[in-house]
């Protein structure tokens, strides 16, 4: 028995389909790619991972990695157990437990990704030491160096919004920065937001063309052997399995990316219009 369980009353244990799960929130910056893979692995292999937590709307509360896994090897089910969360700092809150006492606890980069969003939901300072178990020196360190990278995130939104030919004036308002300073940062601007892009896009497309030369050449060589008789048809077969489970984990990964993207997004457009 796991520490977590040991820690609450587990709740009732239903299946869903995975294209019903909703997900409101993330707690990790980003999803570890490799342990995506190693449950993927484990799953072909017969084994029942442990039912993620959602609660009776079909809200994610935690099991990102193992939803993942059963996408990638084409599982359309996943099984669940059902929890009672109140909010969604309750749902944060329980979430990051789930994490801290699991196989993949969290990295300084999911923490203060977590308390930049208990931040945005005007969660107090003191509160959020007890909301996630941390002591209060390292919370008050954690939320001063969230509330600066914010700072310097609404100065980059409102040179954007001004690049794109808001006047300085609305956007200083509308992203509660100060107008001097904005002043001060907007000149050159657009053309170099431009230049990053194209930049960007260009590295995009080499690494990847890279990539696909390097996939056709291992499935060349998987064809080679298999003519020349040095692989037998299922070694063949494992082969380029690999290449295609690889390739999925990949797209997978991209689309976290942008589920992940659209949730800032959302965050940003509703704080704005408050």
């Known amino acids: 028995m796991s520490s977590r369980s040991r820690s609450r009353s587990r709740g009732r244990v239903v299946t869903r389909k ?25 799953l072909e292999d017969g084994v029942n991972l442990d039912p993620i937590q959602i609660t009776k709307g079909n809200i994610v509360v935690a099991g990102r990695h193992r939803i993942e896994a059963h996408l990638l090897v084409d599982r359309e089910t996943i099984r669940c157990e059902l929890v009672q969360v109140s909010d969604e700092v309750e749902m944060i809150s329980m979430a990051f437990k789930e994490n801290a006492g699991g196989p993949l606890p969290p990295k300084r980069q999911d923490i203060e990704h977590t308390v930049a969003m208990l931040l945005d939901r005007n969660v107090a300072m003191k509160n959020i030491g007890d909301i996630l178990g941390l002591p209060a020196g390292l919370t008050r360190r954690y939320c001063q ?17 001004v690049a794109g030919g808001m006047s300085p004036t609305k956007a200083a308002e509308k992203f509660g920065v100060k107008l001097d300073t904005l002043r001060a940062h907007v000149s050159g601007r657009k053309r170099r937001r431009q230049n990053a892009v194209a930049e960007i896009k260009a ?7 890279g990539l696909g030369q390097k996939n056709a050449n291992a499935c060349r060589k998987v064809i080679d052997q298999f003519q020349d008789g040095d692989l037998t048809e299922k070694q063949a077969r494992e082969v380029i399995g690999k290449v295609k489970l690889l390739l999925a984990k990949s797209t997978r990964s991209v689309e976290d990316w942008e589920g992940r993207f659209e949730a800032l997004v959302s965050t940003t457009d509703l704080e704005t219009e408050s």
Do not use: F, N, W
Not at 19 to 37: G, N, P, S
Not at 203 to 209: D, G, I, V, W
């Open 145 to 161: 160096e969230v509330k600066s990278r914010v700072s310097r995130a609404k100065m980059q939104h409102a040179r954007g919004a």
């Open 18 to 42: 995975i294209e019903d799960l909703k997900i409101k929130c993330y707690v990790r910056k980003e999803l570890d790619q490799d342990h995506v893979l190693h449950l993927a692995e484990l």
């Open 203 to 209: 590295t995009l497309t080499k690494t990847y063309r």
